[in-house]
């Protein structure tokens, strides 16, 4: 499908790394941490993941789903957009942009089947469809409209083949899903990002792509500062022997109260 | 009407994603229609048919088709997009759910969407699109006819309009591409086998779905490579192989950039093409030698089939010569000269490294030149023969000049024979040729600019014709980049284009017609401006300034307000651009001015060590020869350097450089002038002579003539401030000002000029009335805030005696200079005295707090009853904020002894109470009786009555002003009782208490004595106390004879002035009153003798005061006697019947001029000379009237 990430609203909208981890005011009132509103921004990333895996939709869904989300917490407060309401509203609406849509039905379906352990702060996941719909309006206004988003899978391909090294593909795949546990898509350009994966998945599998990486018409310095980022992430929320990220449930609660709590 | 206004905004951003971008199938389409939605609050389906409407209000472009079908599940809307394709009368989702398709077509075609879709619809709406409705079908698993999509497009032709073809948009991107393989990142153009794009049967049925090669769809979610960073340690090791790979790859890049390799294309192909493969020339006939050259200069004959026969036999002369017979197009030309030359001078080897230089072009570079130089000059032997027989023809010149306006036109032969190359062609045109190929082969490279310039100078000075000039002048401009670069060649061509310019008569302009010489001229006066601009640094060292104003203008660097000279008008402008370019140049010119000015100045021996020690030498000299110009303009002028200013600058607390008003306008050097000025008018370490050792004390020695003179300079250097800055801005330095002029009155003893004088001074005061007194504590004026500074950075002590930077202080604040309540109040608001953090910044307090304990309200009193710029309601006022703002600063000293409130606020209430303590306080009683004391021996000594000692003693506030109103003040009073002889007794006694005094507590004692003396005025009112030791016997004098109270009035007041003039001149009528009262006892009891003289002098010596001292002798001399032997005392002389000052004064003439003698530098630093002369003209003017004109009572 033809397309040119340069004119579009993605690129235009494209933030300054300063700019994107911000706590909002209001969150800031209510004694956000930033380091909370980023974990709550990973564990909604998470949770988007978690329901999207029920209803069974497609990769770069997902990938916009987290897009949207991240990108409504750039501009407004986690105060007033409460995350386990904006989380499913974000897969609903990229659903529909992406082409696969997901009933709204079906989606509060899972929601409910997922915190079906009913613990009392998994109560407050639950939403009905009319929450959804009323919210989608919201996060379509706060959004600006701009419902567009590229993502790196597509070059990523195409740079690996470029390269002759498909056999990388899962590796690099992987990386490039990790990478929404990130800002990266609010920040760089989408081929960046992809070669940043390549560039890892290359040290990963010990491969030897210096010839290649040379002759692109690319700054590596900030491939390698984007590939450094992603190690950082690691570094700083270590994932378990088998690969998962966990972040302690109080944490995320404690932090997830403070924004709800009624002034 | 919604409609309308979207479709701009539509054709905006389909410009943007293009209409056939399939990007704006899907989320582009959403956008547009929640953006709709959300503009003008339309429903749904309402929203969407405005698009459509919209899309179809932008004609002739394929538009994509995009729907929102309402799903027949209630209340959900689902998007889906697809391309209308303008041959096909359906549209269809590209991605729709599982084995759903959703169709559209035109009502009519209806039946045909239908039988595409065999199987079950599942659902219909329909959509007004184009003005008509469409169908939107749902179905499940349509079976379509694999021909439908084969692109026949006859079958399913929809209504005729979309029937035309339309050209096919193009996705554009100007980005690089990412390497020689990939296209720009980020971009997908359209292909032709878009799999979106292209319907087959598995995706009309099931939907298009993207898959990934590699990756099983269900995977593609759970991917992830947590796993890979679990340990910690491995990432720490990634890390450091991420930053090892960076190294690798930017060095291997650094490599190949250096190889010269295209960054991102790999050295293959045709970058490994071997160089220097060039035509071989071949020996032929003439014949086909000249069928070659006529096949060369017809554009059509390929030079690659040219090449295989390339002839010899052309060189240097007949080269040219040839290709200007055959006019070969220069392109060709070119072509054949470097082929020629390539075969000339053969390469050393064919493989040459990168970047050294080739020898070989070089040798090749130089023949080339050679030749084309040889024959230019060839040419022109021709054009102007030795014995002068062919002077070339007004025709000829005239084409030529039309060439000089628009340099280089396609060289055209100027007759029609040319056709026909055996033809000698015309030597204008082989010269336009030949400049033509210089010009070609100089932008390539392939000529050395440096011999055709040569020759190009050389032939200018040699042919001295317009003819010549018109013919060359082309070609230099060709070179004039290579004659900037080369300080030679810009002054060969300064020296010659500069006096042709300047000088019209010469011989190549004065045989031509204006015009002609106005464009030769225009043409010089290019070239020298371009020169100008271009390198400006070697004009620096040119010295060929001041040109003609028609090349520049003379705008003289010296101005700070760069005027226009006359002469400017003289110069004609064609437009508003050619005059700025103009102005431009002479800035340029100016600026190489100054340069070169600075740089000569730097450079210059004399001026060397900064000019210091020849300002040093000037101002020593005019010391001693009364010269002030030559030291003023020295030390102006000759000071000057830029390191040395900044240094000593920065010397000053920033903080208190910023708060200050003028500073910032001044200039550095000006700054660093008065500097010097003011350490050479108060430092004496570099006189021996006047540096005494500190145990020794000497009068009569020191004559602090350096002080005076300075004083003198700097109220010079006012006027010339005040001068420029009234020419600029009426007012600024007002107050600066008034203060001087009244100083200044004091040497006019007309009073006719006084009185004109205070005309403006009263101006200015009801100018001043309307300024709030918060200017009057500004900074009051340059000088002022440059003293400040010098101030802060002067570290007393080091170099001169504190004494002199007092002396220097009152001499400056008596002259309008400095002014000390701006003084207190700058540094209050510098905050320099608040500053507690360095070493530095304590020294600088207490150098400031030294400063302000010798400059009590008194002193302020007294400049302000001078200037007399403001009312007396202000007057007050501004004494009292001075008073306060001082106590304020010193207490700060204080702050540990008293326990006094440190707010603001309450200053006023805490000052009088302390006065109140202070006053009733012992030790305060001790310094009163004291000062009595010393009066008493004082008035005893110079044996005035009883009863004026006694009334002294009754008026403790007025004595202990006046007693204190010398300079050091405490040191004065030491040794004034000291000194005092006829009192041995009394004297040691005092002298051990007030050595015991001034050890204990200096400071303490100094300061609240300080403290209270700023009010005594407001006690008393106005009362002098500088007057005092000028007019204390004088006042007890008058006082005395007449037995009459007289206020005591300032010699430097103007009332004052009227009445010394009165009662020198017209003593007559004074005397008539005083005669009148012949009761005074006292007066034929007390004279003013020598010895009186002497210990009044004596007390203002060791006061430092001499300006007084001599201004007392002046003020005496009308008044002595005349001739050395006449004595009168108390005896009413008929021959001699003078004042009654004349009888009080008992002091011979040449007693008096001999003390004056003794204070002859003071007399000529202080410039008092004019005083001294008017005086002893008075005197004789007085004798020759009364010797002359018996005096009838």
């Given at each position: 499908m033809a397309a040119n990430f340069w004119t579009s609203s993605h690129y235009k909208q494209l933030l300054d790394p300063d700019k994107v981890d911000v706590v909002q005011r209001l969150d800031k009132e209510k004694g956000l941490t930033l380091e909370e509103f980023r974990l709550i921004k990973i564990h909604m990333s998470l949770q988007i993941w978690k329901l999207a895996l029920y209803v069974k939709v497609r990769q770069r869904v997902i990938a916009t789903a987290i897009t949207y989300l991240r990108r409504v917490y750039t501009r407004k407060s986690m105060t007033e957009y409460d995350p386990r309401l904006v989380a499913p509203t974000c897969l609903y609406l990229a659903s529909k942009v992406e082409e696969s849509t997901v009933q709204a039905r079906l989606l509060?379906?899972?929601?409910?089947?997922?915190?079906?352990?009913?613990?009392?702060?998994?109560?407050?996941?639950r939403f009905e469809i009319k929450d959804i719909l009323e919210m989608e309006m919201k996060v379509l206004e706060a959004l600006d409209y701009y419902l567009v988003v590229f993502h790196p899978y597509r070059p990523l391909l195409q740079l690996l083949q470029d390269a002759g090294i498909t056999d990388l593909t899962q590796v690099a795949w992987g990386l490039v899903n990790d990478t929404y546990k990130m800002d990266l898509i609010l920040i760089h350009p989408p081929h960046m990002?992809?070669?940043?994966?390549?560039?890892?998945?290359?040290?990963l599998k010990d491969k030897d792509l210096t010839t290649w990486f040379e002759e692109l018409r690319v700054d590596m310095n900030i491939v390698k500062n984007i590939s450094m980022e992603i190690l950082e992430f690691f570094e700083y929320c270590r994932p378990d022997s088998k690969g998962n990220i966990l972040i302690p449930e109080d944490r995320i609660n404690a932090a997830l109260n403070k924004v709800a709590a009624k002034p | 009407m919604i409609a309308v206004a979207l479709s701009d905004w539509l054709k905006e951003m389909t410009r943007e994603w293009g209409p056939r971008n399939h990007a704006f199938a899907s989320g582009h389409t959403t956008e547009v229609w929640h953006r709709v939605r959300h503009e003008s609050h339309l429903g749904p389906s309402a929203a969407l048919d405005t698009v459509m409407d919209a899309l179809l209000v932008i004609e002739g472009v394929s538009w994509p088709f995009y729907f929102l079908c309402q799903s027949h599940k209630k209340g959900i809307w689902r998007f889906g997009g697809g391309t209308l394709a303008p041959d096909l009368g359906w549209f269809a989702s590209r991605r729709g759910r599982v084995g759903t398709l959703t169709l559209g077509c035109a009502v009519g075609d209806l039946q045909k969407a239908v039988t595409f879709a065999k199987e079950e619809v599942?659902?219909?709406?329909?959509?007004?699109?184009?003005?008509?409705?469409?169908?939107?079908?749902?179905?499940?698993?349509?079976?379509?006819?694999?021909?439908?999509?084969?692109?026949?497009?006859?079958?399913?032709?929809?209504?005729?309009?979309?029937?035309?073809?339309?050209?096919?948009?193009?996705?554009?991107c100007d980005?690089?591409?990412?390497?020689?393989?990939?296209?720009?990142?980020?971009?997908?153009?359209?292909?032709?086998?878009?799999?979106?794009?292209?319907?087959?049967?598995?995706?009309?049925?099931?939907g298009y779905k993207e898959t990934v090669e590699g990756i099983e769809e269900a995977r593609e979610i759970a991917l992830t490579q947590g796993l890979s960073f679990s340990k910690f340690e491995h990432i720490l090791k990634f890390k450091e192989a991420l930053r090892k790979r960076l190294r690798v790859i930017n060095e291997s890049r650094a490599q190949k950039r250096k190889a010269g390799q295209a960054y991102g294309v790999p050295l293959s192909g045709q970058l490994l093409t071997k160089a220097g493969v060039f035509p071989e020339?071949?020996?032929?006939?003439?014949?086909?030698?000249?069928?070659?050259?006529?096949?060369?200069?017809?554009?059509?004959?390929?030079?690659?089939?040219?090449?295989e026969h390339v002839p010899h036999g052309y060189r240097r002369k007949a080269l040219f010569e040839v290709l200007i017979r055959h006019n070969v197009p220069l392109l060709r030309a070119a072509w054949f000269i470097k082929v020629n030359y390539l075969n000339q001078v053969r390469p050393a080897s064919t493989s040459v490294p990168s970047g050294t230089p080739d020898k070989a072009q070089f040798t090749r570079s130089d023949l080339l030149s050679k030749d084309v130089v040889e024959y230019l000059q060839q040419l022109l032997d021709e054009f102007f023969p030795k014995d002068g027989s062919n002077i070339p023809t007004p025709n000829k010149i005239q084409s030529s000049q039309s060439t000089m306006v628009v340099p280089y036109q396609t060289p055209q032969k100027n007759d029609s024979s040319s056709s026909t190359p055996d033809e000698e062609p015309s030597l204008d045109f082989k010269w336009w040729y030949m400049c033509h190929l210089v010009q070609w082969h100089l932008a390539e490279g392939l000529l050395l600019p440096s011999p055709i310039i040569e020759m190009v100078f050389n032939q200018l000075q040699e042919k001295e014709?317009?003819?010549?000039?018109?013919?060359?002048?082309?070609?230099?401009?060709?070179?004039?980049?290579?004659?900037?670069?080369?300080?030679?060649?810009?002054?060969?061509?300064?020296?010659?284009?500069?006096?042709?310019?300047?000088?019209?008569?010469?011989?190549?302009?004065?045989?031509?017609?204006?015009?002609?010489?106005?464009?030769?001229?225009?043409?010089?006066?290019?070239?020298?401006?371009?020169?100008?601009?271009?390198?400006?640094?070697?004009?620096?060292?040119?010295?060929?300034?001041?040109?003609?104003s028609n090349v520049v203008p003379d705008l003289h660097y010296r101005n700070t307000f760069l005027k226009l000279p006359e002469c400017v008008d003289n110069v004609q402008f064609d437009t508003r651009d050619a005059y700025l370019r103009y102005l431009s140049c002479g800035y340029v010119v100016s600026s190489i001015q100054k340069r070169a000015f600075n740089l000569s100045k730097i450079v210059n021996p004399s001026l060397q060590a900064h000019g210091a020690a020849k300002v040093l030498l000037a101002l020593d000299r005019a010391l001693i020869t009364g010269n002030v110009m030559i030291a003023y303009n020295s030390l102006f002028e000759d000071f000057s350097d830029v390191a040395v200013e900044e240094r000593w600058i920065a010397e000053i607390s920033p903080c208190l450089r910023s708060s200050l008003k003028w500073i910032g306008t001044i200039g550095l050097s000006l700054i660093c002038s008065i500097f010097f000025l003011c350490e050479w008018a108060t430092c004496d370490h570099r006189n021996f002579h006047t540096s005494l050792p500190n145990d020794l004390k000497l009068t009569g020695r020191k004559d602090f003539s350096q002080i005076y003179f300075a004083v003198l300079l700097l109220k010079l250097k006012m006027e010339d401030l005040l001068s420029l800055t009234q020419s600029s801005d009426g007012n600024i330095l007002l107050f600066g000002t008034s203060g001087k002029t009244s100083s200044d009155n004091d040497t006019l003893l007309d009073g006719a000029v006084v009185e004109n004088v205070s005309v403006p001074r009263n101006n200015t005061r009801s100018l001043h009335d309307r300024k709030s007194k918060r200017e009057i504590f500004q900074g009051p004026g340059p000088l002022h805030d440059i003293v400040v500074c010098w101030l802060d950075q002067h570290e007393i002590g080091k170099a001169g005696s504190f004494r002199c930077v007092e002396i220097f202080l009152v001499e400056i604040i008596r002259n309008g200079i400095f002014f000390p309540h701006a003084y207190v109040r700058q540094l209050i608001a510098s905050g320099i005295m608040d500053k507690n953090e360095s070493l530095l910044d304590m020294e600088r307090q207490r150098r400031h707090r030294r400063i302000l304990q010798q400059l009590p309200g008194s002193c302020l009193f007294d400049v302000l009853e001078e200037a007399r710029t403001t009312e007396v309601r202000l007057f007050y006022e501004f004494v009292h904020t001075y008073s306060n703002e001082r106590r304020l600063l010193l207490r700060g000293l204080l702050g540990g002894k008293s326990n006094l409130s440190s707010s603001r606020g309450d200053l006023c209430s805490v000052f009088s109470m302390q006065k109140d303590i202070d006053s009733s306080s012992p030790g305060r009683a001790k310094t009163k009786d004291k000062i009595t004391q010393l009066k008493v021996l004082i008035s005893r000594f110079l044996r005035f009555s009883l009863p004026f000692a006694m009334s002294m003693e009754t008026c403790p506030d007025d004595s202990q002003g006046n007693s204190k109103r010398t300079p050091g003040s405490l040191e004065s009073k030491v040794d004034l009782t000291e000194e005092t002889p006829g009192c041995e007794e009394c004297r040691k006694g005092k002298l051990q208490k007030l050595v015991d005094d001034r050890s204990s507590a200096p400071e303490g004692s100094s300061s609240s004595h300080s403290d209270d003396e700023d009010t005594w005025w407001v006690k008393k009112g106005s009362k002098s106390q500088e007057s005092f030791k000028v007019e204390l016997p004088l006042k007890s004098a008058k006082h005395a004879s007449r037995g009459r109270q007289k206020t005591v009035r300032k010699t430097q007041s103007l009332a004052q002035l009227a009445a010394a003039r009165i009662e020198s001149s017209q003593g007559a009528s004074t005397s008539h009153v005083c005669d009148n009262k012949p009761d005074d006892r006292n007066a034929a009891r007390w004279k003013l003798g020598e010895d009186e003289i002497l210990f009044i002098l004596y007390v203002l010596d060791i006061s430092g005061d001499f300006i007084s001292a001599v201004k007392f002798l002046i003020w005496l001399i009308p008044k002595v006697l005349c001739g050395p032997s006449i004595v009168v005392q108390g005896v009413r002389n008929a021959v001699f019947p003078k004042s009654r000052e004349f009888q009080v004064c008992q002091v011979g003439e040449a007693f008096l001029f001999s003390s004056l003698q003794r204070y002859e530098n003071v007399l000529r630093a202080a410039d008092l000379l004019p005083e001294a002369l008017t005086a002893s003209i008075h005197r004789s003017l007085a004798t020759i009237t009364s010797n002359g004109r018996p005096y009838g009572t």
């Open positions: 509060v379906f899972y929601i409910k089947k997922m915190y079906a352990g009913a613990s009392s702060s998994d109560e407050k996941y990002i992809a070669l940043a994966c390549i560039y890892i998945a290359c040290v | 599942l659902f219909i709406s329909t959509v007004k699109f184009c003005g008509m409705h469409l169908v939107l079908l749902q179905c499940i698993k349509l079976q379509l006819d694999d021909s439908l999509y084969a692109g026949d497009p006859s079958n399913f032709s929809l209504n005729s309009r979309r029937q035309s073809q339309v050209p096919s948009y193009k996705l554009k980005k690089e591409p990412l390497n020689s393989r990939l296209g720009p990142p980020d971009f997908y153009p359209q292909t032709p086998n878009c799999p979106e794009e292209t319907l087959t049967r598995e995706y009309l049925q099931s020339q071949k020996p032929c006939n003439e014949d086909a030698r000249r069928r070659w050259i006529e096949a060369l200069s017809q554009q059509n004959k390929q030079l690659r089939s040219l090449a014709s317009p003819e010549a000039f018109e013919l060359l002048l082309p070609l230099l401009v060709d070179m004039i980049e290579s004659v900037a670069l080369s300080q030679t060649y810009v002054r060969m061509f300064m020296d010659l284009f500069v006096q042709k310019i300047q000088d019209p008569s010469s011989s190549i302009l004065s045989s031509v017609d204006s015009s002609q010489k106005l464009s030769l001229v225009d043409a010089m006066v290019g070239v020298v401006r371009y020169l100008i601009v271009a390198v400006p640094d070697t004009f620096v060292a040119l010295e060929c300034f001041p040109l003609s």
